[in-house]
């Protein structure tokens, strides 16, 4: 390509995301594409550090009420555990997302390759992406997914709890009170939390190889229909395809 991919056409075919695991021995990667106009998201985290690649159009998140953007061959970082959602575009958009465990990958250095295979290559398969991320493998993954209830003396952690309610008897407050505080702090109510935590719970349980029915059951969703639902509204495509290979290159 030159400094922008020949056929920006394809941002607007196959709309909505696709999801690409390498084998497991680079399990601590995983890629996705989104392409289209409807691409909102409602808040979500990742238990992974987010890097958004903008092929073509314009890609903007929302994080603690800042919109962030950007345009072709720029990238959004969005650390692992940060809660955040996307707006709908008005013009077609086409991404690349790579989700990276926690520290474990030079994110610049890797931007850096992304625009150099944007502007110089007219496709880059799946493999290739995911060759050009472990190139850029840096460091060891932070041993456990992040919280971001767990900064100290916040008084707000619902680890372990067994509610909301739970939690706030914990922290000596009123479920109220608890709820506001939590709002406030996070951007989120704590029974959202509890639900965005056990969906990162079920996917990876689905990326480690479980089936969907028992991913929606240790994660604590009522059946696979149950965890189909929520799973699609967060993160853009239900569980089955999620698991599906896509059947293009990304760019």
Same mark, same amino acid.
């Given at each position: ?7 920006? @056409? ?9 999801? +690409? ?12 594409? !989104? ?27 929302? %994080? ?16 692992? *555990? ?28 890797? !931007? ?5 295979? +944007?502007?110089?290559?007219? *496709? ?13 493998? @840096? ?13 100290? *003396?916040?008084?707000?952690? %619902?680890?372990?709890?067994? @509610? ?9 407050? @009123? ?64 569980? *089955? ?11």
């Amino acid at each position: 390509m030159n400094d922008a991919p020949a056929d920006r @056409s394809t941002a607007s075919r196959q709309e909505g995301w696709s999801y +690409w695991r390498p084998p497991p021995a680079r399990a601590s990667l995983e890629l996705g594409t !989104v392409r289209g106009r409807q691409v909102a998201l409602p808040p979500h985290f990742h238990d992974e550090d987010q890097l958004t690649f903008v092929v073509a159009g314009r890609r903007r998140v929302v %994080i603690a009420g800042v919109v962030h953007a950007a345009g072709a061959g720029q990238a959004l970082h969005i650390p692992a *555990g940060t809660v955040h959602r996307s707006l709908a575009e008005d013009a077609d958009v086409l991404c690349v997302n790579m989700y990276l465990a926690p520290g474990e990958y030079a994110v610049r250095a890797l !931007v850096a390759e992304l625009t150099r295979a +944007w502007r110089h290559r007219s *496709g880059l398969p799946w493999k290739a992406l995911g060759a050009i991320a472990e190139s850029h493998r @840096s460091g060891e993954a932070s041993a456990r997914p992040p919280d971001l209830t767990a900064g100290a *003396g916040t008084g707000l952690s %619902i680890l372990g709890a067994a @509610s909301v309610q739970a939690a706030a008897s914990e922290a000596g407050v @009123s479920r109220e009170h608890f709820s506001r505080q939590f709002h406030a702090r996070y951007g989120i109510p704590p029974a959202t939390y509890r639900l965005l935590r056990r969906l990162n719970d079920a996917r990876q349980r689905l990326k480690s190889g479980e089936a969907i029915a028992a991913a929606a059951h240790v994660a604590g969703f009522a059946d696979q229909s149950h965890l189909s639902r929520y799973f699609k509204r967060h993160f853009g495509v239900a569980p *089955g395809r999620y698991l599906q290979p896509p059947t293009s290159h990304p760019f």
